[in-house]
């Protein structure tokens, strides 16, 4: 597999994992220039950006460790460009769901919730 098509696998993983769990998706891959969201859901009056972040398992990094310094301050950019951009006011949370691909196909998913903050 390679990485821009196990990407979108666990995109896809990640978009029926939050269906499963009650989560209303209000934007997959939203763009606004050079900003970027994996997922943008709705549950329970809170909007959450979720990233998602697919690996192979066994590989050198679980998905967990590419949250780097960088991606998390170009995840809270992109954020305020769509709380700018739809004017949305309320409660927000910066979640991770990382997937994990085993080598007989099947992936195993996990939500970290408010894996990043996000400081007013």
């Not at 997922?39 to 009056?45: F, L, P």
């Not at 951009?85 to 691909?101: H, K, P, R």
Request: glycine share 8%; net charge neutral.
């Amino acid at each position: 597999m390679i990485p821009a098509e196990s990407g979108s696998r666990g995109e896809r993983a990640a978009v029926e994992y939050l269906r499963r769990r009650g989560y209303e998706l209000v934007a997959v891959n939203w763009r606004d220039g050079c900003y970027e969201l994996d997922i943008v859901a709705r549950k329970c009056g809170v909007v959450h950006f979720v990233e998602v972040k697919t690996r192979l398992r066994g590989g050198l990094t679980a998905p967990e460790e590419a949250m780097t310094f960088r991606k998390r301050t170009a995840l809270r950019r992109a954020v305020e460009a769509y709380l700018s951009y739809t004017g949305w006011a309320g409660e927000i949370q910066m979640d991770l769901i990382a997937v994990e691909y085993l080598p007989e196909g099947e992936c195993r998913v996990r939500m970290i919730e408010n894996a990043v903050e996000y400081n007013w």
